[in-house]
């Protein structure tokens, strides 16, 4: 009997790349490869690569070589942003075989066997579905591109414009998936630009998943997307879990202008209200970007003090970086010492309002999914993104959990029951 060729695949980016990864790995999985980890002597790495920020990039380049020195024998494919952004870093390395870009990860196949990449946009809708089952968690891959260019990103000029996949294809897959995982996360690179027949379409998606058996969680959002419409909407449906990552980047009108970011710090304090008179039990989570171009310590107090306002549920917090090929690299950086103190001080808040959070669901009971183990802990996350640590590594699935107290970045907890 032949022996089954073996294939890693390396995710370096968002969760559309993580989607991107699964869907090659089940084309492959169907053509009679091995799907298997970095340190099973695979025969081929498909390195999913970022560019987000240059250092992402940088570790993009650098991972051809450490997976090289891992298994000297292995052939090496590059797709994804960093060889969109710029091909030419990954020609020529030892063992490639193949540098592809965004587009037409469907055809890994040919990819695997030395043809040429792709690296032209397209105007419809494009990539692999139907991911392999790897984890608790699926993510549902329903658009990408984005035609928002705010100052910082390179990934409308990588990625192309916003494109929507078909609905219908979209709710067929996440009814397959249902079979298999507790909790689906619905993704796209500007999630909240969906579109089905030229209109705004998020609520309508998510309205038609509202029978499956999973859990639903919502990836990223814009701003613009919250409106009464939409939360009446998702509010109707019972499988829906109170997260919204509502994207800030900053609470200082005059650092949004400068990124291009299309709504004012009053507008988005609006917003997180109305998400809270629909869900009243919500956790908001967000992004905020430290140091930009510009910000000085009034527009940096500025972010805090809506942060605090805002009662977030988690921030991540980025010290700004500058990215080639961005209208902000053309302008002046700030001292790396002062987005150090800021990321310090805005992470102090963070853990306090995390705290604040979590607390008030200490003593009650939320469902858990169990996922991985940490240390001496199985961990996994409610349904209002809380995470759990559990002492009994033996449970699995779904777990109604008792949160007990307080512990690192969320609570400890106990099955209830």
Known sequence: MKQKKKICFINLGCKVNKYENDCMARICEEAGYEIVDKNQTPDYFVINSCAVTNESEKKSRQYVGKLVKLSPNAKVVVVGCASQHNPQQFEGKKNVICVSGNFNKSNILSYLKGGKGNFEPTKDYDGPTNPYITQTRA???????????????????????????????????AYALSK??????????????YKHNGKNALGELLYALKDLSCRIRIGSLEVGVVTDEFLQTISKLNNLAPHFHLSLQSGSDVVLRKMNRHYTAKEYLQKVK????????????????????????????????LCKKAKFGFIHIFPYSQKTGTVA??????????KKDRVHRLEKLQAKLTKNYVKKY??????????????????????????????????????KVKLTSIYKEGAKGEKNG
């Not at 996350?381 to 590594?393: A, C, G």
């Open 329 to 338: 690299d053309r302008w002046q950086d700030i001292d790396a010492s002062v």
């Open 139 to 173: 993510y549902l891959k329903v658009q990408d591109g984005c035609n928002n260019f705010c100052t910082y990103c390179i990934i409308p000029y990588i990625r192309g414009r916003s494109r929507s996949r078909d609905m219908e294809d979209a709710v067929q897959e």
């Open 362 to 399: 200490i003593g009650k009971c939320l469902e858990v999914i169990c996922e991985d183990i940490e240390n001496e802990y199985l961990v996994g996350y409610t349904e209002n993104y809380i995470k759990v640590y559990l002492s009994d590594k033996s449970l699995k699935g779904k777990v």
């Open 274 to 305: 109305m998400i809270r008179k629909y869900f009243p039990n919500a956790n908001i989570t967000t992004d905020v970007i430290v140091g930009f171009c510009g910000e000085g310590e009034k527009e940096f107090r500025q972010t805090y003090k």
């Open 180 to 193: 298999f995982y507790p909790e689906i996360v619905v993704t796209g690179i500007d999630l909240s630009s």
